[in-house]
């Protein structure tokens, strides 16, 4: 006995795109790879982001205060931790955190022009910058024939739209690529999307020093103009096409979501918890501040000497003094009798006096610690070895910077 079994005709296109249906746009994508390194780029789990505060949540400098940034500036400042920013030339412009930032981010920094620069000088530069240690972009092999590219990836807002630019360059700013993006609509939130091929040659820091380093430009000087998408043996960060932001007076420029991954696929951005954010931060930059309720810290003294030592919440990239782009230390006021309390083997206060610097003959430095030498008032005289509890005093501060 035969038996003949028929089915009905259908058409393989339209059954394959409703197999696509559930699966989502990057369930899709995941089918579609060629290979298991495609499916890898696709998915992007773990850690990914190489830059650190990409959500611009950090801001142990100035908080939601502002700073104008001019060019008495030389080591630039910080609107938020981790991204140095200068104004190098005849302009100004106030740095701070912003709260305007797109759905999905609480805040931004922002850069508004307080003094225009309408003729600036071929050396004259206005950019922020990050600078990526070296321990962290190592696995990149760049200056190898296994170099991996990068995609960067941010939001971005301004009052002046049109042709923007800046560079990846490495730590001698012997070696850059200079990108473009285009910033179509006036104050309007927009998503840009860089990839950048890994470079072959130059020497790339591998250690405790700049890794890489990204520049974002607001109209620098001629003399830093080079071809976009070309790796180059040259220090140039912007291209002739460069909006001339600091010509316009009060114009504001926002950015956050920064993320720099590896590979060619831009992903949603990895939001990290606050505390491991922070952590990462004080890495480059830790800041004691005084409170009114006094935090006390254990010291010793001898003669007309205190000696304190401030535990770091974090190890520092660097010591200070190194001779290596060491750690450096700041302080809101050099005079001690203002910057400390201090109560030593009785109950009045020991008073403190003189002023001090950041230098070893007063301030010494390990990658956990910081040690100071706090000089008493004349007069006073502890026995040695007694036992101190110094405090900071409220509204003043100590900070630890170890950026590069």
């Keep these: ?23 989502g746009k ?29 959500a611009c949540s950090i801001s142990q400098r100035h908080e939601s205060g502002t700073y104008t940034l001019d060019g008495n500036d030389g080591a630039g400042n910080y609107p938020v ?10 302009g100004a412009f106030t740095i701070q955190r912003s709260d305007d930032a797109p759905p999905g981010f609480r805040h931004s920094m922002m850069y ?13 530069y206005y950019c922020v910058q990050q600078r990526i240690e070296g321990y962290n972009t190592s696995f990149l092999k760049w200056g190898t024939n296994d170099a991996i590219p990068v995609t960067l990836s941010f939001y971005v807002k301004s009052d002046i739209p049109g042709t923007y630019s800046g560079s990846f360059w490495n730590s001698g700013q012997s070696y850059s690529c200079v990108f473009e993006y285009e910033i179509f609509e006036q104050d309007v939130w927009e998503y840009k999307v860089v990839s950048m091929p890994g470079p072959t040659v130059a020497n790339w820091n591998s250690v405790n020093g700049v890794g890489l380093g990204i520049w974002w430009d607001f109209g620098s000087g001629g003399g830093f103009v080079a071809t976009p998408g070309i790796w180059q043996s040259t220090g140039d960060f912007r291209s002739t096409n460069q909006v001339p932001f600091m010509s316009h007076s009060g114009a504001k420029f926002r ?21 491991e954010e922070l952590a990462l931060c004080q890495r480059f930059y830790e800041k004691w501040t005084g409170e009114s309720t006094y935090n006390w810290y254990t010291a010793h003294g001898y003669n007309t000497n205190i000696y304190v030592t401030f535990p770091y919440k974090v190890p520092k990239r660097n010591s200070f003094p190194d001779g290596n782009g060491g750690a450096s230390v700041e302080f809101s006021t050099t005079s001690a009798s203002s910057l400390f309390s201090a109560y030593g083997n009785t109950s009045t206060s020991a008073h403190l006096d003189g002023a001090f610097t950041s230098t070893p003959a007063n301030v010494s430095s390990t990658n956990n610690d910081l040690s100071l030498d706090i000089t008493l008032s004349a007069g006073t005289y502890t026995p040695y070895g007694t036992a101190v509890l110094v405090s900071i005093e409220p509204n003043q501060w100590i900070a630890v910077n170890a950026e590069f």
């Design 1 to 23: 006995m035969t038996v003949r079994v028929t089915k009905p005709e259908f058409n393989i296109r339209e059954k394959l795109s409703q197999l696509e249906k559930p699966v």
């Design 26 to 54: 990057k369930g899709s994508e995941i089918m579609k790879s060629e290979t298991i390194q495609d499916a890898r780029e696709v998915i992007r789990a773990g850690r990914k982001n190489l830059i650190i505060n990409g």
């Design 81 to 90: 931790d981790r991204f140095r920013s200068w104004a190098i030339g005849g």
């Design 112 to 124: 508004t022009v307080s003094t225009t620069d309408t003729s600036v000088a071929s050396s004259e």
């Design 255 to 275: 950015m956050t979501g920064i993320q720099l991954e590896p590979g060619l696929v831009a992903t949603e951005f990895e939001h990290r918890n606050h505390g």
